[in-house]
């Protein structure tokens, strides 16, 4: 059943994500010092295209670690043990953000959500005010819920914070947003950033990043959570201001590279790319749903996310067969999904180096895998993003070919 492994592997994961060909190139480096001129040189420059990517001009302390370090990081350097934080429940990445949080000694809170919507804004404006002695010390949110294809709206939730006069830090993982979608630190008000280098930025797994306001420094310098190889007050003392111990020297090659081709292209132009590529997916999906079939595990037409789509399977129908198929036999791979998600959802991950007819093959894969197992369905979704795909006024599409 298994196909001659011929021509290119379409990789649709939401993460790690593609690597463009050139930045693979610029990784292929001789190993430098990583105190040396060159390398500072280097490191500079892309430190200062990381922040102008996250709209900061604020510090930025990078780790030689998955986004799980950053997360790690920021709770030890921002947290000290009893502190009271409120999680806003989205999905996996937030259920697995508030057990870290646990683990360190944090009275973690939870405004429970239905992973399908997200949360209700009006209920985290109720928590805040119910909050009279203003014990939360930090609101931790994902601003992308990779695990289901929702995007919630930070900026509305800087405005509640501010309008409840909470003074609680906001947490927020943007490491499935930003360089895909809009997330703008310093404008969204966000004290601290987490991201990563596997996703939107299309780089190998191994770095990430945590960007810090000024006023969650100054809660830094009395953090009193034990801390060592992540400690920032550590970093500030290093050349870099930034890591402890080796520096991961052959990503900042591929680093460079990324952030000029994202330059290069437009960072505004990258955005309506990937609102282009993930309509285009919606519009496969809910074409599909007709005859019930698989639809959109994101039902809040205002929080879908233009980096990942979760599909929902019909109740007693195998995600995990689909996906099995469209590896085997397309060698197209995409997401499982994730924790009680697993067998119910499959994902498509459509940031980073994509584009058209990258994302018709893959939903071609999926259609027919579809076919393949019996899964009910409305077929001719392929279709429907190709009209989407082709229609003159694109956002981002300046002039019609
Ligand atoms: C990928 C991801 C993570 C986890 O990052 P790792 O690099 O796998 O440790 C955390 N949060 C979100 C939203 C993610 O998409």
């Not at 994961?13 to 500072?40: E, Y």
């Not at 921002?78 to 999680?87: A, N």
């Not at 290069?264 to 074409?287: K, T």
């Not at 749903?289 to 595990?297: T, V």
């Amino acid at each position: 059943m298994k196909q001659p492994p011929r021509g290119r592997n379409f990789f649709f994961g939401p993460g790690p994500t593609n690597i463009p060909d050139s930045v693979l190139a610029a990784i292929a480096h001789a190993t430098i010092d990583f105190n040396d001129a060159d390398f500072l040189a280097l490191y500079e420059s892309c430190v200062a295209g990381l922040k102008r990517l996250l709209g900061t001009e604020q510090h930025v302390f990078l780790y030689t670690a998955s986004g799980h370090g950053a997360w790690e990081a920021t709770f030890a350097n921002l947290c000290t043990p009893g502190d009271r934080i409120l999680m806003v429940e989205s999905g996996y990445f937030s259920d697995d953000w508030a057990k870290m949080g646990r683990k360190f000694g944090l009275t973690v809170e939870t405004l429970a959500a239905d992973w399908r919507r997200g949360a209700e804004f009006g209920e985290l404006s109720r928590m805040l005010a119910a909050d009279t002695g203003k014990t939360f010390r930090a609101l931790c949110i994902v601003h992308n819920e990779t695990s289901t294809g929702v995007c919630l709206p930070l900026e509305e939730v800087r405005r509640l914070l501010d309008e409840t006069g909470h003074p609680a830090l906001l947490f927020a993982d943007a490491i499935s947003s930003f360089g895909s979608m809009e997330c703008w630190m310093d404008a969204w008000g966000i004290d601290a950033l987490v991201g990563g280098s596997q996703k939107g930025l299309m780089l190998p797994t191994g770095m990430s990043f945590t960007a810090v306001s000024e006023k969650a420094m100054a809660v830094h310098e009395n953090a009193g959570l034990p801390r060592y190889y992540f400690d920032w007050t550590e970093m500030l003392r290093r050349r870099q201001k930034s890591f402890c111990g080796t520096l991961p020297v052959a990503l900042f090659f591929g680093l460079k590279e990324a952030l000029r081709l994202i330059e290069e292209e437009g960072l505004m132009a990258v955005f309506a790319r990937h609102h282009r590529l993930g309509e285009g997916v919606r519009r496969a999906v809910r074409h599909w749903s007709g005859n019930e079939g698989p639809e959109l595990f994101c039902t809040d037409p205002a929080r879908v996310s233009d980096s990942v789509t979760a599909i929902r399977m019909p109740d007693g129908h195998d995600a995990e067969a689909v996906r099995e198929t469209a590896l085997r036999r397309f060698n197209v791979a995409l997401g499982s999904g994730l924790g009680p998600l697993r067998g119910k959802v499959f994902r498509i991950g459509h940031l980073g180096d994509l584009n058209e007819p990258m994302v018709l093959g893959a939903l071609g894969a999926v259609e027919m895998s579809l076919g393949i197992n019996g899964v009910p369905h409305s077929p001719g979704g392929v279709d429907a993003a190709m009209a989407w795909f082709a229609e003159e006024r694109q956002p981002g599409i300046t002039a019609a070919h």
